[in-house]
């Protein structure tokens, strides 16, 4: 029997392959750049072709290269399923889990979701990436994350879904605003508003649009913000109003002087908060189990805090 890649040798390519460098793959790989060298040098002489241009400024991966590469990705990430399932069998819930979160959940509910993962799966180790959900679903694709804390729907069938809970809208504004008079207001109460959102890229740009859009409103944002906590600064220093997420409101809010939230009247705006993993995981079970933990302890814990 010809002898056959060895795992080595493919993780060696693919890290060649996303760094683009020789000396960068090694240390990624915690090797010399000699050895990798020659390992990649014995994986294209067992395949009999080449993998790899090289030449003193850049590495080139070839066509062919592009396709073993693929390929190589998919079997190591089968390898790592293995591994998961073996250890899922003999202890669930335990060992590593790389979970990601966007960045308008992130600073607001990872300390009840690390709280509520350390006492109800205290052998669990979460290692966090926080990102946008373009970037977090390209991370679970590539085997790179397990988990991602995201609004929902998302659009990638290969992704199993699980509602968390709702998270209500609401209207921050200027103390100067006429619509501070109103305990209460309707979506039609923002169609003349100059509203300030989130860059291209959030997901809650999407959803505050969404709400925009129901109201009427047809302007275009003249501010754009890369975080919930600079739009609170624009919004309190009176530039213009904007929509927050309820949950976000303990840490963005903490002025009132300078910022005031009106709740809306029903049907109240909301966005959907749920965790996602691939259908295609080993460990779908103990995933479908740690979200219904969390899902019952943080609704728990805000009908404690309602009461």
């Known amino acids: 029997m010809a002898a056959q890649p060895s795992i080595k040798q493919l993780k060696y390519l693919v890290a060649l392959a996303e760094c683009g460098h020789f000396g960068r793959a090694a240390e990624a790989c915690f090797i010399t750049q000699p050895s990798l060298s020659a390992a990649i040098n014995e994986l294209e002489n067992l395949l009999g072709a080449q993998l790899v241009e090289r030449?003193?400024?850049?590495?080139?991966?070839?066509?062919?290269?592009?396709?073993?590469?693929?390929?190589?990705?998919?079997?190591?990430?089968?390898?790592?399923?293995?591994?998961?399932?073996?250890?899922?069998?003999?202890?669930?819930?335990?060992?590593?889990?790389?979970?990601?979160?966007?960045?308008?959940?992130?600073?607001?509910?990872?300390?009840?979701v690390m709280s509520q993962l350390k006492s109800g799966f205290p052998k669990l180790q979460p290692f966090l990436r926080e990102d946008q959900t373009s970037?977090?679903?390209?991370?679970?694709?590539?085997?790179?994350l397990d988990l991602a804390l995201i609004a929902l729907p998302i659009e990638e069938n290969w992704l199993e879904e699980f509602d968390l809970f709702e998270d209500r809208f609401v209207f921050a504004c200027s103390?100067?605003?006429?619509?501070?008079?109103?305990?209460?207001?309707?979506?039609?109460?923002?169609?003349?508003?100059?509203?300030?959102?989130?860059?291209d890229g959030h997901c809650l740009r999407d959803q505050a649009l969404e709400v925009c859009q129901k109201a009427g409103?047809?302007?275009?944002?003249?501010?754009?913000?890369?975080?919930?906590?600079?739009?609170?600064?624009m919004v309190a220093a009176?530039?213009?109003?904007?929509?927050?997420?309820?949950m976000s409101l303990e840490v963005e809010?903490?002025?009132?002087?300078?910022?005031?939230?009106?709740?809306?009247?029903?049907?109240?705006?909301?966005?959907r908060i749920g965790m996602v993993w691939r259908r295609s995981s080993a460990r779908k079970r103990e995933y479908r189990q740690l979200a219904a933990h969390l899902r019952d302890s943080l609704t728990a814990q805000k009908q404690t805090n309602v009461a």
């Open 253 to 271: 809010a903490r002025r009132p002087d300078s910022l005031k939230i009106i709740p809306f009247e029903n049907p109240v705006p909301i966005r």
């Open 135 to 144: 970037k977090l679903v390209s991370l679970l694709a590539a085997g790179k």
């Open 175 to 199: 103390p100067d605003n006429p619509l501070t008079k109103k305990r209460h207001i309707e979506i039609a109460d923002i169609k003349d508003e100059k509203l300030l959102l989130l860059e």
């Open 238 to 246: 009176g530039v213009g109003s904007t929509l927050l997420p309820e």
């Open 217 to 233: 409103w047809s302007k275009s944002a003249d501010f754009q913000a890369n975080s919930l906590s600079t739009l609170v600064q």
């Open 55 to 112: 030449n003193k400024r850049q590495v080139l991966i070839t066509p062919l290269g592009e396709d073993v590469v693929s390929r190589a990705r998919s079997i190591l990430h089968e390898v790592d399923e293995l591994t998961t399932m073996a250890q899922a069998a003999t202890e669930p819930l335990s060992g590593p889990i790389h979970i990601g979160v966007i960045p308008t959940i992130g600073p607001y509910l990872l300390p009840d």
